[in-house]
Nanobody, 128 residues
Framework: QVQLVESGGGLVQPGGSLRLSCAASGITLGNYVIGWFRQAPGKKREGFSCISSDDYTYYVDSVKGRFTLSRDNSKNTVILQMDSLKPEDPAVYFC??????????????????????WGQGTQVTVSS
């Protein structure tokens, strides 16, 4: 069966950095679109970034220039490097897979309903 596990969350000061990983078993991540989502208490889950099977990346404006997606296919892992973290970034962060790159993925946030396999999430806290 497919399993995704997010790791690397924790507490960081504003302006600091965290490196999140999305590791997979039962699936080869290099063959899938990987979406990243986050959910803060009382708010809807929102997609903010995705990476295609050929490593095209999309970021919403609020994280562009601060967050970077990459792949380490030797470890069957996708990495989310988060720099310059802000007080509005704390949330549970999720990764998920989509089998296909869809026509609007280059211009819109990843939609939750298109993603099939999900991790359990990792908590990111930003505090001084």
């Amino acid at each position: 069966q497919v399993q995704l596990v997010e790791s690397g969350g924790g507490l960081v000061q504003p302006g600091g950095s965290l490196r999140l990983s999305c590791a997979a078993s039962g699936i080869t991540l290099g063959n899938y679109v990987i979406g990243w989502f986050r959910q803060a208490p009382g708010k809807k889950r929102e997609g903010f970034s995705c990476i295609s099977s050929d490593d095209y990346t999309y970021y919403v404006d609020s994280v562009k220039g601060r967050f970077t997606l990459s792949r380490d296919n030797s470890k069957n892992t996708v990495i989310l490097q988060m720099d310059s973290l802000k007080p509005e970034d704390p949330a549970v962060y999720f990764c998920a897979t989509d089998r296909f790159w869809r026509s609007d993925y280059a211009s819109l946030p990843p939609p939750s309903y298109e993603y099939d396999n999900w991790g359990q999430g990792t908590q990111v806290t930003v505090s001084s």
